[in-house]
């Protein structure tokens, strides 16, 4: 009986089977994986709001014509809420982990350089502030508290360009040590998208502020427009982990110091 019960365990149930990897996933495919929630919640958000809710969506305090809802008017009736809530919420652990995974990933490059090493811990707390305040914009809409809703946005737009700059800093100094092709191919789509997010985020501020001031037609959705080009490039330049990471894998598994033989 014993006998048979050692085979038994060692059958399903043993040490070779209890090691193996639980989930194995490619860098790569957890990368788009994650952009892809927020992006396809975000167009699946607009395209119901302009279909069935276009002129709650559209309306703007001016009661002028206008013909894009901004991003929080698309994501704050219902269903548009809960999808772009599930959607950031399925995203955000990820988001965590790959901020983490940055941290790790610089701290291997500059653990001798101090400057680069405050930049990279600078870089971990905005990417962390960044990712809280799309929650918090996210799970208290524009229609229930604005202030907060407010303050949400100005964190996560903040935190956003200076993890970009940040970001494009330490890429710069990695660049003159590091000849690989696809670390000089992400320093370069890095730099293209801060500079595009950056003109975006100020055309957007022009048309916010001339459309509180002057009320004319059409400002607001230009307004709109912009604010859309914001978040697809800062969904872009997330995406650049495409090539930062191409090589590694996503691992649930045993670590080797609890293994036991």
Not at 176 to 205: D, G, M
Not at 250 to 255: E, F, G, N, R
Request: glycine share 4%.
């Amino acid at each position: 009986m014993q006998i048979c019960s050692a085979g038994m365990l060692q059958g399903p149930y043993g040490s070779l089977d209890r090691d193996r990897p639980l989930i194995r996933l490619p860098f790569t495919s957890f990368a788009v994986g994650t952009v892809l929630l927020p992006l396809t919640g975000l167009i699946a958000c607009l395209f119901i709001s302009l279909v069935y809710h276009f002129e709650d969506a559209t309306y703007t305090h001016c009661q002028v014509a206008n013909y894009l809802p901004s991003i929080s008017a698309a994501i704050s009736r219902v269903p548009e809420r809960y999808i772009w809530r599930c959607c950031i919420g399925l995203h955000s652990a990820p988001r965590y982990l790959v901020a983490a995974a940055y941290f790790n990933f610089y701290y291997g490059r500059f653990a001798k350089s101090l400057p680069e090493l405050l930049l990279s811990v600078l870089a971990l707390i905005c990417s962390l502030s960044e990712n809280t305040g799309l929650l918090l914009l996210t799970y208290v809409s524009s229609t229930e508290t604005y202030s907060i809703h407010k303050n949400g946005f100005i964190v996560f737009i903040a935190s956003s360009l200076l993890h970009m700059l940040i970001t494009c800093r330490l890429w710069q100094v990695i660049r003159r040590h590091y000849v690989n092709p696809e670390e000089i191919t992400s320093q370069r789509w890095k730099l293209r998208i801060f500079l595009f997010n950056v003109s975006c985020c100020l055309a957007a501020a022009y048309f916010y502020r001339r459309h509180n001031k002057f009320c004319e037609a059409g400002v607001y959705t230009l307004f709109a427009f912009f604010e859309y080009l914001v978040v697809f490039s800062n969904m872009a330049f997330h995406m650049t982990a495409f090539w930062d990471f191409g090589t590694k894998e996503v691992i649930v598994a045993t670590p080797p110091e609890d293994k036991r033989y």
